[in-house]
């Protein structure tokens, strides 16, 4: 925790864990925000209080706990999925690539997630929010285009599908 936020913390009386006194010390959500993110900070947020500082604590070791079953599970069912041929089939292939893209994405997630509840603060800078905002965008623009792409090849399929009788008929006389 770096200075500006602990003094931050002090002025809103955290150290007491007096919930009266946070509320009088007039202290926001954007004073236990880094200076230099403060611009990514939407106003609507600039006037709630901080949380109750054993939330973090709280939250990480829940996050901890969740993040290790999750990962125990998930491994577990590709090493029975791998072992034992009789499962594959295609119904189980989707639950493969289910439990494959949750590992992978708690390995990724997980760690960040759980340290930035035990420092009680975003630790990866200003760069790392923009990354993880154009990752989701992308995601969204893969997904609309894959969307669009079926609506597309859909309509063909019933073009032709409504067509080829007569196109048919249309050779034949």
């Known amino acids: 925790m770096d200075w500006n936020?602990?003094?931050a913390w002090v002025?809103?009386?955290y150290g007491r864990l007096d919930p009266i006194s946070w509320e009088a010390a007039n202290v926001t959500l954007l004073d236990l925000v880094r200076p230099e993110v403060h611009?990514?900070?939407?106003?609507?947020?600039?006037?709630?209080?901080?949380?109750?500082?054993?939330w973090h604590p709280i939250l990480g070791?829940?996050?901890?706990?969740?993040?290790?079953?999750?990962?125990?599970?998930?491994?577990?069912?590709?090493?029975v999925?791998?072992?034992?041929?009789?499962?594959?089939?295609?119904?189980?292939?989707?639950t493969i690539n289910l439990a494959f893209s949750d590992l992978l994405m708690m390995?990724?997630?997980f760690p960040i997630l759980v340290a930035n509840c035990f420092n009680q603060s975003w630790m990866l800078g200003p760069f790392a929010p923009?990354?993880?905002?154009?990752?989701?965008k992308y995601r969204n623009l893969h997904r609309r285009e894959a969307q669009l792409s079926r609506v597309v090849l859909t309509s063909v399929f019933f073009w032709a599908l409504a067509w080829t009788p007569y196109?048919?008929?249309s050779i034949l006389i």
């Open 5 to 7: 936020t602990w003094q």
């Open 11 to 13: 002025r809103a009386g």
């Open 39 to 54: 611009h990514k900070v939407h106003h609507h947020w600039h006037s709630f209080p901080p949380p109750h500082p054993l």
């Open 61 to 79: 070791t829940l996050y901890t706990i969740i993040g290790l079953l999750s990962l125990t599970g998930n491994g577990i069912v590709l090493w």
């Open 81 to 94: 999925f791998s072992l034992t041929r009789s499962l594959r089939s295609g119904t189980n292939l989707l």
């Open 107 to 109: 390995l990724t997630q």
């Open 130 to 136: 923009l990354l993880h905002l154009q990752a989701v």
């Open 167 to 169: 196109a048919g008929e």
